[in-house]
T-cell receptor
Framework: GENVEQHPSTLSVQEGDSAVIKCTYS??????FPWYKQELGKRPQLIID?????GEKKDQRIAVTLNKTAKHFSLHITETQPEDSAVYFC???????????FGQGTTLQVKP | SAVISQKPSRDICQRGTSLTIQCQVD?????MFWYRQQPGQSLTLIAT?????????ESGFVIDKFPISRPNLTFSTLTVSNMSPEDSSIYLC????????????FGQGTRLTVV
């Protein structure tokens, strides 16, 4: 089955700096790659996603890049703010099954 | 996007008992899933809730322990049976609206503590 690895497990940056989180996956048939943000005690919230026919997608300060050949994708957050502090999860899915396999999570701390 | 109501939001249960968690969606959805999030951990898929047929379980999860119902396109239940402290987790339902071609949304979760 699909295996998703996410790094780093923790990330601490200064406010205004950029943060990058990376994920690799194993199943070349996977074609959907979302990123979720989870604040303490709350449900995961989708922040951005990308599909296998696109290499990069950007939404304001957040961007995701995908390298299907190498089977990895990354989340980029620019101009980080303290409210970006949360746990971020990557996930890998297939439009055939709809189910998602999640990475281990990255705890991002943005220091004011 | 679909509005998902999950209940109870939390519960404290005695070991050996069972708890049924409900997930109600405000619109018909093609796919519904149940996930488990153990304390400080990531989300693990338990099963796909299939409308009108038996759920499809992931490796490590069995129907006797986690029976699932999905009587229609807007509702599903997950039962955690014969609970032990190791079952203490957050359980989340998730829906996809267009057969896997759109994003997945999560219910607010059920925080279960087994004592």
């Amino acid at each position: 089955g699909e295996n998703v690895e996410q790094h780093p497990s923790t990330l601490s940056v200064q406010e205004g700096d950029s943060a990058v989180i990376k994920c690799t996956y194993s199943d070349s048939a996977s074609n959907y790659f979302p990123w979720y943000k989870q604040e303490l005690g709350k449900r995961p919230q989708l922040i951005i996603d990308i599909r296998s026919n696109v290499g990069e997608k950007k939404d304001q300060r957040i961007a995701v890049t995908l390298n299907k050949t190498a089977k990895h994708f990354s989340l980029h957050i620019t101009e980080t703010q303290p409210e970006d502090s949360a746990v971020y999860f990557c996930a890998v899915g297939s439009s055939n099954t709809g189910k998602l396999i999640f990475g281990q999570g990255t705890t991002l701390q943005v220091k004011p | 996007s679909a509005v998902i109501s999950q209940k109870p939001s939390r519960d404290i249960c005695q070991r050996g008992t069972s708890l049924t968690i409900q997930c109600q969606v405000d619109s018909q959805v093609t796919m519904m899933f149940w996930y488990r999030q153990q304390p400080g951990q990531s989300l693990t898929l338990i099963a796909t809730a299939n409308q009108g047929s038996e759920a499809t379980y992931e490796s490590g999860f069995v129907i006797d322990k986690f029976p699932i119902s999905r009587p229609n396109l807007t509702f599903s239940t997950l039962t955690v049976s014969n609970m032990s402290p190791e079952d203490s987790s957050i359980y989340l339902c998730s829906v996809e609206e267009n057969g896997g071609n759109t994003e997945a949304f999560f219910g607010q979760g059920t925080r279960l503590t087994v004592v």
